[in-house]
Structure formats: C-alpha cells, structure tokens
C-alpha cells in the first residue's frame, strides 16, 4: 500500500491526526507568543539579563526533542504522559526565536526615531505600540515564522510521549518497518510546515512593506 | 499642556540655574550651568563634539534630567512639572529628522496635535498648514512615506512636525548638520526668515560657525561642560578667550570646512 492510499484508507484517522498536530502547535505557539513576547519587551531595556534569558532559551533549544520530551514526563504538575507535557516541550522550543526576535527587533528600530517620538511627549507605553512595535514587526515576524514551522517537525515527536499528532503515523510505520505509513506521517507534516510557512511569510512581506 | 505664551512675560523663558548633569559613573556633561534663554530669542549652543551641547538641549525637555541645580521655564521648576506634558509643549528637531517611516508625512507633521486631543478635521488643516510653511505643497506631499523624501525635505517635514502644536519654545539639535551645503543654505535662509516671523524662544545646538553666526541672536560658547561666555555675533567675532579666537580661526581658515559654502 502506497502512503497516499494509506491516507485514502484512513481518512478519519488521518482527519483526526491532523487535527490533533495543529491544535498542539497552536497551543504551543500562543503559550510561546504569551511569554515571549512580553519577556521580549522587558528585555529591551536589561542588556544584563539579555545575555542570560537569551542564553537559557538557547540552551533549552540545544536539548534533543525526544530527550525534553523524557525529561518532562516525571515532573509534576506540567509532565505526565499525553499532550499537555508535549505542549510545555513545544512552547520551551518556540520561546526563544520569539524572544530574541522580539528583543533585536525593537532594538534595531532607528535610536532617532524613539528619541524623536520621546521628545515630541509620546508616553513609554506609545513609544511601544505606535512606533517600536510596528518598526519590529517584520522582525518579530520572522521569528514567529521559524518557531511555528520547527513547532510543526518537532511536534511529531510528541506522538512518542502519547501527545497524538501525525507523529502516529510515523512511530506507527518504524514500529511495523513500513516506510509508506512512515510517509503517511512525514509528508502531511511536511505539507502543513510549508503552507503555514508560505502564509506568514507573505504576511511578512506585506508588514515590511508599510 | 501648551505653555501658555503670555506667562513668559517675566522676560525670560527658559533659566539654567547652576545646573550639572552627571552620569551615573559621576562624570559631569554638564557643569554648574548658568544660562538664561529671552523670550523669542534664537540662542545657539556652539561647541565642538562632546562639549554638552545636545545634552545641554536634552535637558530642557528632560529627555535627560538634571542631576543638581534647577531649570525654569516660564518661572516654573521642570522637575516639578509631567515631562509628558512639558515635552508636546516643547517644539523638538533632531539631526536626522526622527520622522516615523511606517506613518504618511501628514500623519508625522499631526503627530503632537493628535497627542494633545485634537479633532481629525482641526489636524488635518493644520498639517496643511504647516506643510505649505515649511515649503511643502501639502496636496503633494501629506500622502507619501518620509523614504521617498530627500534630507532637505524630510528636515522641512521636521520642522513642520515640530511647529505643529504652536509650541512657544523650539529645541533644535543640528538639524541642518546632515543637509548638503547648498540645500543647507536654503534651510538656514528660510528658517532665518521663518523664526523672525513666528517669534518662537529657540534653542539650536551646532557646531557650525557660519550657522551660528547667521540665525543666533547670541551664541552661547561650550566648552567640556562649562559655559565659556555668551555673545552676540558682533561681540563674538570681536572676543578675545582662545577658545573663541579657536572658532573664529576656523572661519577663515575652512577648518570647520562642513560649514563652508
């Protein structure tokens, strides 16, 4: 059986799957985009903590998925088995392009167009949302658009730890050494990464363009 | 708040009162500043790189604050006073204009209006207005983004933006200092004529003798922090301090070559 009649046959499943892999990323993506972009912001301000808040996420991102996964079953409260430890792992995963990109992306804005802003008597809090904000975006973006393509791969793993997903498939097809499950599993992933990616990065364009 | 020009009736409009600005490490920018600023006057702060003039500037719309003495405006301590407040009272224009890239040149010039509450008919006009003062067709220009404009006309855009909300008191820091010298020429003629007309109280920091000669109504000489003398452009050209003679040299030598025309 060839993967696309595999996907024909179990259409329901297949259904369910996909299902179950986005709501993952979404999940994750929204606790990711929760924490980092408000720590992004704090940050812009602290070169001291700049170096170490960057440094652990980038630290976190060095831990193989598989072995996070591992990690997080026997803590209590966020581990366990099924998707909420598998949710705790992608969000780590995400955090940090989101927070460096929040952070950079607004310390690269032009230094004279926040002094101006300041000294025309824009309160800090219209600094943020009327000028460093909309000048980071494109920035800001950009990692967004990373975390949730590596969020869409890393997610497949989640099906080890019983988190569902189209990892299913995958484990499925190295557990019976079918390659045509395995792609059953690999290319609706991979078919999700690019459009998704392929959407926000036209998204991207159309705010650098402003 | 708009600093209402009828309360710097008092003769003054803004006063240095022994003002030092230090930074956290202890060293001074500024020392011991006594310095008084008339009403309508256009003062130059003249000085080489690193001698306080811009920060001198900042410390008027405390983008930095002093950390000893007292500065007035219109007889009112500024520490006392919201900087909020007292900067869209404050006209500002910065070297590189500042202008917001991702907001129509219209939507910049109305930005101090909008913050002050303003209805969107009143700002519309008066970005019209202000454009069509600073030489800008308004039906040309209010549309487009400040990339498509030359350093010229994003610095007309600037004063503009900074004469917006009629402030009575305009802080300018180099703004014609990145201009090329026959587009810088223009500026400073037309300026020249503009703040005789408009009878702002301005504060225009360069370290171009020319400049300074030719808008100031006195020019007050920085030297590492300290105040070395004020002087009208005829006293200037006529006193004797070394750290003077070092300015007036340059005018005839062309070693502050950026100001020859």
């Known amino acids: ?210 | 708040m708009t600093l209402p020009t009828d309360s710097l009736q008092d003769g003054y409009a803004i006063l240095f009162q022994n003002a030092t600005y230090r930074l956290p490490s202890g060293t001074p920018l500024i020392s011991n500043l006594n310095l008084m600023v008339a009403r309508g006057e256009t003062l130059i702060l003249l000085g080489r790189s690193g001698s306080g003039k811009t920060t001198t500037l900042k410390l008027i719309n405390r983008l930095l604050d002093a950390t000893e003495g007292e500065i007035l405006i219109a007889g009112k301590p500024i520490h006392s006073l919201n900087p909020i407040e007292l900067r869209r009272g404050i006209g500002y224009v910065i070297q590189d204009a500042g202008l917001f890239p991702h907001w129509s040149v219209g939507r910049n010039v109305g930005l101090v209006p909008k913050l002050h509450g303003w209805q969107d008919e009143k700002i519309k006009a008066r970005v019209r207005d202000m454009l069509s003062l600073v030489g800008l067709p308004p039906e040309e220009f209010a549309e487009r983004r400040p990339s498509g404009l030359s350093g010229g006309q994003k610095q007309r855009v600037g004063v503009a933006r900074a004469l917006a909300a009629d402030p009575p008191i305009l802080l300018m820091d180099e703004p014609f200092g990145a201009l090329d010298p026959i587009t810088r020429a223009d500026l400073q003629r037309e300026f020249r004529d503009l703040a005789a007309r408009l009878h702002k109280t301005i504060v225009f920091v360069t370290h171009d003798v020319r400049e300074a000669l030719y808008l100031g109504t006195r020019i007050a000489v920085l030297d590492q922090g300290r105040l070395v003398g004020i002087y009208t452009p005829k006293e200037f050209l006529k006193a004797s301090e070394p750290e003077i003679h070092a300015f007036a040299a340059s005018l005839h030598s062309g070693a502050a070559g950026e100001g020859a025309q």
């Open chain 1, 1 to 210: 059986m060839k993967w696309y009649e595999f996907l024909l046959h179990n259409r329901a499943e297949v259904f369910q799957r996909i299902i179950e892999h986005l709501g993952l990323v979404a999940a994750s993506m929204a606790i990711a985009l929760a924490i980092g972009l408000p720590v992004g912001i704090w940050l812009v301000q602290r070169a001291k903590w700049q170096r170490w808040v960057i440094g652990g996420a980038n630290a976190l991102q060095t831990i193989p998925s598989l072995a996070l996964f591992g990690f997080l079953i026997p803590v209590p409260f966020i581990g366990g088995v099924g998707a909420s430890t598998a949710i705790v792992a992608l969000s780590l995963y995400a955090l940090l392009p989101i927070l460096r990109n929040t952070c950079i992306g607004i310390l690269e804005v032009d230094p004279a167009v926040v002094e101006s802003a300041r000294g025309m008597g824009m309160t800090p809090r219209q600094v943020l949302w009327q000028v460093q904000l909309p000048l980071a975006a494109p920035v800001l973006l950009a990692g967004i658009r990373v975390a949730t393509a590596m969020c869409i791969g890393v997610a497949t793993v989640a099906a080890a730890i019983g988190a569902g997903g189209l990892g299913v498939f995958i484990f499925r097809g190295l557990a019976m050494v079918n390659n045509q499950v395995i792609l059953a599993g690999a290319i609706p992933a991979a078919g999700i990464a690019i459009a998704v990616d392929s959407g926000l990065g036209y998204f991207q364009k159309s705010v650098g363009k402003r």
